[in-house]
């Protein structure tokens, strides 16, 4: 291990310790409040909802993804910082994908901009109240990348079907499937065919805390290529900004 993951290893476990310090003192705490309403003030209703994809709400997510260091290329390093808004209309839940981007490129050199933007309408297909919610739906990918490190050039369609099964006490487990192909873009990019899969699940600890696992395997059948990405997190929901909050780190290491 190199000294730069060395020093990420240890700033993470840093902090899942005081994150786990944390939310034991709020489990403590919600054994005294009612045993809808988490010590964090969000009921088991609303924290599954904070973790659940398929949720009746709009919401604004801010996703940060640093790779400290990338196999096969020592001193390299990337950043993803992903902007998704979500709109719910009626059975159709839209959400685009913005990333805000650093990938190094030839030379040792680094390119920083927008990467391609995904955006897909899952149309829920189970009723109000069903046990398990299933949703599927169109996927576009729009070659907006500033940067030919930071995209694909093409413009990408395809699908995206999502599973969420919530479980007592405010915990959920499901699965979001995407997979997308090019079809038109810059003629000398190669053409693209990925499948997406996150599984997830999330799991209540009290005190609006969970332990959380929601790693993204993308398999490229293109270049024969796959990334699985395995890591365990832990978050807190919590009321705040007039509706709740969700905060979370999600340490993962790629095989």
């Known amino acids: 291990m190199n000294a730069g993951l060395s020093r990420f290893v240890k700033k993470v476990t840093r902090l899942l310790a005081v994150m786990a310090i944390l939310s034991l003192g709020s489990a403590a ?42 196999s096969g290329a020592p001193g390299d390093h990337a950043n993803t910082m992903n902007v998704r808004p979500v709109v719910v209309a009626g059975r159709q839940m839209i959400r685009a994908t913005i990333p805000l981007a650093t990938q190094s490129t030839s030379g040792g050199a680094y390119a920083s901009g927008f990467g391609d933007i995904n955006v897909f309408d899952a149309i829920k297909l189970t009723s109000e109240g069903a046990g398990t919610d299933v949703a599927v739906g169109p996927l576009l990918v729009l070659p907006t990348a500033t940067s030919d490190a930071l995209g694909q050039g093409k413009w990408q369609a395809g699908g995206a079907a999502v599973a969420i099964h919530p479980l007592q006490g405010g915990s959920v487990v499901g699965a979001l499937v995407t997979y997308q192909t090019s079809f038109a873009g810059d003629s000398n990019r190669p053409g693209t065919s990925l499948l997406a899969a996150q599984p997830l699940a999330t799991v209540s600890m009290g005190g609006g805390c969970y332990f959380r696992s929601t790693a993204v395997w993308v398999f490229d059948f293109k270049n024969d290529r796959a990334l699985v990405p395995i890591g365990m997190g832990i978050g807190r929901a919590f009321k705040g900004l007039g509706g709740v909050v969700n905060a979370f780190t999600n340490p993962q290491f790629t095989v």
Not at 52 to 65: C, F, K, T, V, W
């Open 29 to 70: 705490r919600a054994q005294e409040t009612s045993p809808a309403t988490t010590a964090g003030g969000v009921s088991a209703a609303e924290l599954a909802k904070a973790n659940n994809p398929l949720a009746d709400m709009n919401a604004l997510n801010l996703q940060d993804s640093w790779v400290p260091t990338i």
